[in-house]
């Protein structure tokens, strides 16, 4: 059986990646972030067969590996395209990640913890607490709800509602109190008071969110970016609503207080 393996792993998994000539990594149509993940992989493996003494030594340190390229970022989404995005997507089923994302410049992990109990609506305030994030879990990558974390202490933190946004969590809230009568028993009781559920009370995963939205992009043929580049474009919103860069770079009220400056946004929306 050990004779075998060393063939299919070389023909299947290896010969794809690294080149025999040189050693070198060459696989088409990677970038060269992706080609040292793929590196990284390979050598762990072998670094195991190198352990118990199955092969002398690990191949992969001779690699030549491309260096790595920081992620400068796709242009934000210009205030037009944002409320383009948010009239296409109002039907779909991440139109509220998408919603939370490019209006409060959430990131996904803190959209998918919002809990209404978290969203004060006779003070007018949403507080950012709590976040679902993936971990491993013997053996398997599941969506875990972190409560009282975040990605650090400044973004644990609280933002205004205006009156549109008010109205959108208050539409929202009664559309789900809608679709929990509708499916009765059947609808998912665990997450009752998390804000961005599916039709069947379901936690939305995170992996889907960023996943449906490439696909969104496509039907829609809108500019490509990433899910994660829809909070940079909340900057843009506000540049639009005459904030300062001190302001943008503070991000502590993301959303403007002002209704006056919140109905612009409508308001262009509805001139798309």
């Not at 490019?102 to 990131?107: A, D, V």
Request: charged share 20%; hydrophobic share 35%.
């Amino acid at each position: 059986m050990f004779q075998t393996a060393p063939e299919l792993l070389e023909n299947q998994h290896i010969l794809t990646v690294v080149g025999i000539e040189g050693v070198t990594v060459v696989k088409k149509g990677l970038s060269p972030n992706s080609v040292i993940k793929h590196h990284a992989m390979i050598r762990t493996a072998l670094q195991w067969a190198v352990k118990h003494r199955y092969i002398r030594e690990n191949v992969a340190d001779f690699a030549e590996k491309p260096s790595h390229v920081r992620y400068r970022g796709a242009e934000p989404y210009t205030v037009q395209e944002i409320a383009n995005l948010l009239q296409l997507t109002a039907s779909e089923p991440i139109a509220v990640p998408i919603f939370l994302a490019s209006f409060y410049g959430l990131r996904r992990s803190e959209l998918l913890g919002l809990r209404w109990s978290a969203i004060d609506f006779k003070q007018g305030t949403i507080t950012i607490s709590t976040t679902v994030v993936k971990e491993k879990h013997n053996g398997e990558i599941r969506a875990i709800v972190r409560e009282n974390t975040t990605k650090s202490d400044t973004s644990m933190r609280t933002l205004p509602l205006c009156q549109y946004t008010y109205q959108y969590f208050m539409n929202l809230q009664q559309h789900q109190a809608y679709q929990r009568d509708l499916c009765g028993a059947c609808y998912d009781q665990r997450f009752l008071d998390f804000v961005c559920v599916d039709q069947m009370g379901t936690l939305i995963q995170p992996d889907y969110v960023s996943q449906k939205f490439q696909q969104i992009l496509s039907k829609y043929g809108l500019r490509r970016i990433r899910f994660h580049d829809l909070r940079h474009s909340c900057a843009t919103i506000m540049l639009y609503l005459n904030y300062s860069l001190k302001d943008i770079q503070g991000n502590a009220d993301l959303i403007p207080r002002n209704n006056g400056r919140c109905d612009k946004i409508r308001e262009r929306g509805r001139g798309v």
